[in-house]
């Protein structure tokens, strides 16, 4: 408004100002981006894209069995010295006549078919002595099987000899059949449905725990003393050490004793009794009561052992699994890839099981010292919790900070074991020491809030990541194809949903969640019973939106190597071919529209 | 017997909810926590069962101080302290049914409620509960279909899946019609008067309190105005609990 109260001029000034800074921009952006309108009316490029214009409006998906029929006719292009030499023409099949019956380059002549076979059509070329077909035009017969056209010869060296000038008719028979093309473009588009199915599926199966741990509200609750922190932490890393050595261990053992079947199958028996067995009878109704010192370290002794026979019995139906699998692909026939299936979730329960153990015992071991540590940090007096911390949160940061400092060692190959273990392991211990020294040590320390910011970093940081970057990555590890793209858009879907799911959670009511808490429920309890149906429906409506995009990127990711429809994609626009392309394309555009619909209909359903 | 001993909650950025209250509560009796909007009731209630940490004072229940309980000892405390909310709180996309076992959390084994495993015992009582508050037709729709008044009954339902031994309501009637609001107060106090129960109940209308309770506190601005008889709240009492230019209605 203080604009209006200044001078005409000086208003005048700042508009034609305005004026010029705009004209100045636009024009440097014209000579950046090469915009030059000459081209557009360049005749060769109009040409050229009236002909890819055309072949895309002409995908190649069906095609016709064809007869054809060549009615040639020798002309001279440039009339020959003196006398023109007589053409004999044979009418009593099909023949075309062109008048004149010889001219020089670039004069338009008019080229007459009779005789033909009724109602069809083709292209008349003109045949050079070397065998180059130049299109003169195209015809179509009437019904007495006549034509009548006019083109331009072709501006060609002079030849004395006779060249040719040859009307093609075609004729369709039969019904439309798929092409090769055609065939293919589905084969990939299937491939790319499912390729983006397996993606969402994988990424949504680690999305949602992530989810929880990215959610402010849920998160930012979690406050738990130093002494708890710290052996939460070290538990952590000694439960997934141990975890993982003895699952590795386990694995050994019960590989090296295979080789018998009855081995394996009497052992998954035995354990899937054993376990239903153990679950009967331990699990009552009631909560546990907190128990006397002796029976709550039997009962940890039973869960350690029961850990252990699992780790086995996983290892023994992983086994299982590939026998099985392998053994069903050649006589199911066609639906082997059930077999395969089954021998590949197989390989990929042993491969995991050592990864969940590590977590699991992590979980317990890590649990187990926030337990120490708040019962710890309740009942001592601050003196001697100050000392413990001061020894723990020392031992806990030198850990954490070794960690790093092996990670950047992998990365970097520093290879030099004081810059990469001994000086962050110092330099950890001294800030756990340091931490201790600062705040109260009964002081409950925002963990949960730590958490969650540092999966909000990683989530944002994979996720600015372009799925066809991480491909490039993927492709190198497991090959140019289909899997590599799933791996790719995995891993991208599990930050993006990530955030979306988390800030779902952050936006659930709180009014449940307070009075499923005030019945005394645990942290799981609440979490299943105020968040969970909560959240269900934007869950399911983002997953399917998801898939949706993963289906768009999957067209894309195979110009990385990444499998699907886009590696056929692009072959056939590096080919030049664009009624396979722009099939392609088509099935793109059905493909994606039809997901829209759908996934809309099913988030209908649910929200 | 409940006794608050000079509680004090101070939220982040020095807002006084709570000063120094303090007040004992009988077993069985019904309690009426009365006061303004923003005087510190709700705070009050959340801070008995610490869905509120106090930032000091006690609050020693049956000889057991629940300020000092630690996480596992506060689970087992508060199964046994139904709470009722003014906006009922239940998860609406839930079955009725569901609302009222989730009321049973505290007692059931914790794997077993997370595949929603509940005991006969458990069902039994949770179509008992129902068929007390007059709903048990309802029990299989979901909760956000039912009325106003038969969201709270749930309410109340879940409550007493606790067993509990107090029940805290906190302004239970405020988002209901008069005549609902008579129907609630009244299972509030077939629960005081027949289980037992100590109700601690905060009202905005004072014929309510008058109507319900065995006692009133009042509370002001976080400090504690009155400790007495409902009968007891004459005019001069009323202006020194609701400020100078308040005006009895009802």
């Given at each position: 408004m203080r604009n209006l109260r200044k001078k005409p001029v000086v208003r005048w000034l700042i508009i034609v100002g305005v004026i010029v800074v705009v004209v100045v921009v636009y024009a440097f952006g014209f000579s950046v981006t090469d915009v030059n309108f000459e081209t557009t009316r360049d005749e060769q490029r109009l040409t050229s894209l009236t002909r890819i214009l055309r072949a895309l409006a002409h995908p190649d998906i069906l095609e016709y069995e064809q007869i054809e029929q060549d009615v040639d006719l020798p002309f001279h292009l440039p009339c020959p010295q003196g006398q023109a030499p007589p053409i004999n023409v044979d009418t009593r099949g099909a023949y075309i006549v062109v008048t004149p019956a010889c001219a020089g380059p670039k004069d338009i002549v008019t080229i007459e078919g009779f005789k033909f076979l009724p109602n069809t059509a083709g292209p008349v070329n003109f045949i050079a002595q070397s065998g180059v077909k130049l299109q003169l035009g195209s015809f179509k017969t009437d019904s007495r099987g006549h034509f009548s056209i006019t083109g331009e010869l072709p501006n060609r060296q002079p030849i004395e000899e006779a060249q040719t000038i040859r009307a093609t008719a075609r004729q369709n028979v039969g019904g439309p059949r798929v092409s090769r093309t055609g065939k293919l473009v589905f084969d990939k588009i299937v491939e790319t449905v499912f390729l983006a199915l397996l993606a969402t599926t994988f990424g949504a199966i680690l999305a949602i725990p992530l989810s929880f741990l990215a959610a402010q509200n849920l998160m930012s609750e979690i406050r738990t003393p130093l002494t708890s922190v710290s052996l939460t932490l070290l538990g952590w890393l000694i439960g997934i050490g141990l975890g993982g050595a003895i699952a590795v261990q386990i694995g050994r053992l019960v590989e090296s004793t295979l080789g018998d079947n009855a081995f394996i199958t009497g052992g998954v028996v035995l354990g899937a009794f054993a376990i239903g067995l153990a679950s009967v009878t331990t699990l009552t109704h009631e909560k546990e009561k907190t128990s006397e010192l002796n029976a709550r370290l039997i009962r940890t002794v039973g869960y350690g052992l029961a850990g252990l026979a699992a780790i086995a019995i996983s290892y023994l139906v992983a086994y299982m699994m590939l026998l099985v699998g392998e053994a069903l692909i050649e006589p199911l026939g066609a639906l082997g890839f059930l077999g395969d299936f089954v021998?590949?979730?197989?390989?990929?329960?042993?491969?995991?099981?050592?990864?969940?153990?590590?977590?699991?015992?992590?979980?317990?071991?890590?649990?187990?010292?926030?337990?120490?540590?708040?019962?710890?940090?309740?009942?001592?007096?601050?003196?001697?919790?100050?000392?413990?911390?001061?020894?723990?949160?020392?031992?806990?940061?030198?850990?954490?900070f070794a960690l790093i400092g092996a990670a950047i060692d992998w990365f970097y190959q520093v290879l030099d074991l004081t810059q990469t273990f001994v000086i962050p392991a110092i330099v950890g211990a001294i800030g756990g020491a340091l931490l201790t020294l600062r705040v109260d040590p009964r002081q409950p320390l925002p963990i949960g809030y730590w958490v969650y910011f540092v999966m909000r970093t990683i989530m944002n940081g994979i996720r600015s990541v372009e799925p066809l970057v991480m491909v490039i990555v993927f492709v190198v590890w497991v090959g140019i194809g289909p899997f590599a793209g799933v791996v790719a858009l995995a891993l991208h879907t599990v930050a993006a949903l990530g955030k979306l799911f988390s800030e779902q959670v952050e936006s659930i009511a709180l009014g449940p969640l307070e009075a499923v808490r005030a019945t005394g429920a645990n942290r799981a309890q609440v979490i299943k019973f105020a968040v969970v149906p909560q959240i269900i429906p934007p869950y399911i409506s983002f997953l399917m939106y998801r898939w949706d995009i993963n289906v768009r990127f999957s067209t894309i990711i195979g110009f990385a190597g990444g499998g699907g429809i886009g590696f056929l994609l692009q072959q056939n626009i590096r080919l030049l071919d664009y009624r396979s392309a722009s099939a392609a394309m088509l099935a793109i555009a059905i493909v994606v529209s039809s997901m829209d619909y759908i996934s809309s209909a099913i988030r209908q359903r649910f929200v | 017997m409940l006794e608050v001993k000079n509680l004090t909650k101070i939220y982040p950025g020095d807002v006084l909810a709570l000063d120094n209250v303090s007040f004992t509560v009988e077993s069985g009796e019904f309690l009426a926590v009365i006061g303004l909007s923003g005087s510190g009731k709700s705070t009050l209630l959340r801070c008995i069962n610490r869905l509120v940490e106090p930032t000091d004072g006690q609050v020693i229940w049956n000889g057991v101080d629940v300020t000092q309980a630690s996480q596992d000892e506060l689970l087992h405390i508060r199964r046994k302290i139904g709470m009722v909310f003014q906006n009922f709180n239940l998860v609406n996309r839930s079955k009725v049914i569901t609302n009222v076992l989730s009321g049973r959390l505290g007692y059931v084994n914790p794997a077993l409620s997370l595949i929603n495993r509940f005991s006969k015992n458990d069902m039994e009582m949770a179509r008992e509960q129902l068929e007390r508050v007059g709903i048990a037709d309802q029990a299989q729709k979901r909760a956000d279909e039912l009325s106003g008044g038969q969201q709270q009954r749930v309410g109340i339902a879940r409550a007493m899946m606790q067993e509990p031994e107090i029940v805290l309501a906190d302004e239970p009637v405020a988002s209901l019609d008069p005549v609902l609001a008579h129907s609630i107060m009244q299972h509030l106090e077939d629960i005081n008067q027949n289980e037992g129960v100590m109700v601690i109940c905060s009202l905005h209308f004072l014929d309510l309190v008058h109507r319900y309770a065995s006692r009133a506190i009042a509370l002001n601005e976080g400090r504690l105005m009155f400790d007495g008889p409902p009968k007891a709240i004459d005019d001069a009492r009323f202006k020194e609990i609701y400020g100078q230019e308040a005006e009895r209605v009802g």
């Open positions: 021998f590949q979730l197989g390989d990929s329960l042993r491969l995991l099981t050592p990864a969940f153990a590590a977590l699991i015992a992590g979980g317990a071991f890590g649990s187990l010292g926030g337990r120490v540590g708040q019962q710890a940090s309740d009942r001592l007096d601050p003196r001697t919790v100050r000392t413990i911390n001061l020894a723990v949160a020392a031992l806990a940061g030198a850990a954490l | -």
